[in-house]
């Protein structure tokens, strides 16, 4: 013999990782674990769940790099620490993007994780990604984006299609006892505006990107012309909170110039910095000094504030919400998906 036989699955994935620059290795003496130096380790087929397969274990470990970033390939199980109080919303945002990415393709039984967090999964339902005001949700999002950049794409999405297509080609000649090859449901069809079909109640005349332009509906998401009655696509948004998001004070400028007229500056020059002839909000590293809220306080992220939000330059009070640079911003801070 010359040649051995692998779950086709299996090969999808053991490709996969090595396209990301992961080399997959088998042992009983772990779980799944990633050394930081490009090997993955993955428990033997007898220490897995009747439900699992080396497939979708390697899934759940691509998607944890997508939660933890490109810099978790240099860090031993991606730089998690699975005794540390971050460490059921990481996991819950690992299983988020995992709901989402199935999703497009027919396969969350099939890829359906193990281990205690089953149970989290098994409470998820219809658009996961609605509660910005949990963290798990936002690094979800952030992982979403990233899958479409390198070193994730095109490898990611490639061999998701793989996988469904085997799935779709098995699933016909599933048997009694059910195996997983009968839970496939077919790939939903995109959106008519050719996103991803979303799983929110929803619609395109009730999405927060939904604009008016010269007596036609448009999405800023999709830029493009849409029909009120649609249903919601992925990037849906119901509605847009101030209190949850701080974006335009975080990311929407480098620096916002006031005028000396501004009534700003004598009522706030706490928060008033000159940079050479020209005055500007002080900053507090990468957001406007005057924002507060934003920390992680019992799994939920603590309302943005704007302290001085009566006394605001004109800049600030010219934002427009749901305008094209709030959806730039709330980008910028993985907020809102697509790029």
Not at 215 to 220: L, S
């Amino acid at each position: 013999m010359t040649r051995r036989y692998i779950d086709p699955l299996a090969q999808v994935w053991l490709g996969a990782a090595r396209r990301l620059g992961l080399e997959v290795a088998r042992s009983a003496d772990t779980y799944a674990s990633t050394d930081g130096r490009g090997r993955l380790t993955i428990a033997i087929d007898a220490d897995l769940d009747a439900d699992d397969s080396l497939a979708q274990m390697i899934f759940h470990e691509i998607c944890h790099s997508l939660v933890e970033g490109e810099d978790s390939f240099k860090a031993p199980d991606w730089g998690m620490d699975n005794t540390g109080p971050d460490h059921d919303w990481r996991e819950h945002a690992c299983l988020r993007t995992q709901w989402v990415l199935t999703g497009r393709y027919g396969l969350r039984h099939l890829f359906a994780p193990t281990t205690d967090f089953r149970a989290f999964w098994n409470t998820l339902s219809g658009d996961v990604l609605a509660d910005r005001t949990d963290p798990s949700v936002q690094r979800a999002i952030t992982a979403l984006r990233r899958s479409d950049k390198a070193p994730w794409a095109p490898a990611l999405h490639e061999a998701l299609v793989a996988s469904a297509q085997i799935a779709a080609a098995a699933h016909p000649f599933a048997t009694d006892p059910a195996p997983l090859w009968a839970t496939i449901d077919p790939p939903r069809p995109p959106h008519p505006t050719g996103l991803p079909a979303g799983e929110s109640t929803g619609t395109c005349g009730t999405c927060a990107w939904r604009h008016d332009q010269r007596g036609a509906a448009r999405c800023r998401q999709a830029n493009a012309k849409i029909d009120p009655a649609w249903p919601a696509c992925e990037r849906y948004e119901a509605a847009l909170d101030c209190l949850t998001c701080g974006a335009c004070c975080r990311e929407a400028y480098q620096a916002v110039d006031v005028a000396a007229r501004d009534p700003f500056v004598a009522k706030q020059p706490a928060y008033i910095t000159k940079r050479g002839t020209q005055l500007q909000v002080l900053r507090d590293g990468d957001r406007c000094a005057a924002l507060k809220g934003g920390a992680i306080v019992d799994a939920k992220i603590t309302p943005y504030a704007c302290v001085i939000y009566d006394d605001r330059p004109k800049t600030c009070r010219e934002f427009t919400l749901g305008s094209a640079n709030c959806l730039i911003a709330r980008r910028r801070v993985n907020l809102s998906l697509g790029s």
